[in-house]
């Protein structure tokens, strides 16, 4: 099992960047799907994107494609979310999340472990 610590978030004018992290605890990271999920006040927790072993695969939700990025480094056990041409409506509380099973589809399966969350704040 890993453990997962989520860095960068922050406040960003629209238009804005900002870069996340999640670092991984343990040795077995590179067996890990990867992803990332975000959460507003009052609302349920939406997926942003996902990340197969190797970064072979990566895939996003239909408001961020284009502006968002996901990458991992498995010789540094972190997953990056790279994000572009902030709105206010990217404000959430955004989660890493970990699948066991090198290519799970992170949208459809069960979770196995979240990190703490990072706040992300967009200003109009």
């Known amino acids: 099992q890993v453990q997962l610590v989520e860095s960068g978030g922050g406040l960003v004018q629209a238009g804005g960047s900002l870069r996340l992290s999640c670092a991984a605890s343990?040795?077995?990271?590179?067996?890990?799907?990867m992803g990332w999920f975000r959460q507003a006040p009052g609302e349920e927790r939406r997926f942003v994107a996902g990340?197969?072993?190797?970064?072979?695969?990566?895939y996003y939700g239909d408001s961020v494609k284009g502006r968002f990025t996901i990458s991992r480094d498995n010789a540094k056990n972190t997953v990056y979310l790279q994000m572009n041409s902030l709105k206010p409506e990217d404000t959430a509380v955004y989660y890493c999340a970990a699948k066991s099973g090198r290519y799970s589809d992170i949208r459809t399966t069960a979770i196995d472990c979240w990190g703490q969350g990072t706040q992300v704040t967009v200003s109009s």
């Open positions: 343990g040795r077995t990271f590179s067996s890990y799907a």
């Open positions: 990340i197969n072993w190797s970064g072979s695969r990566t």
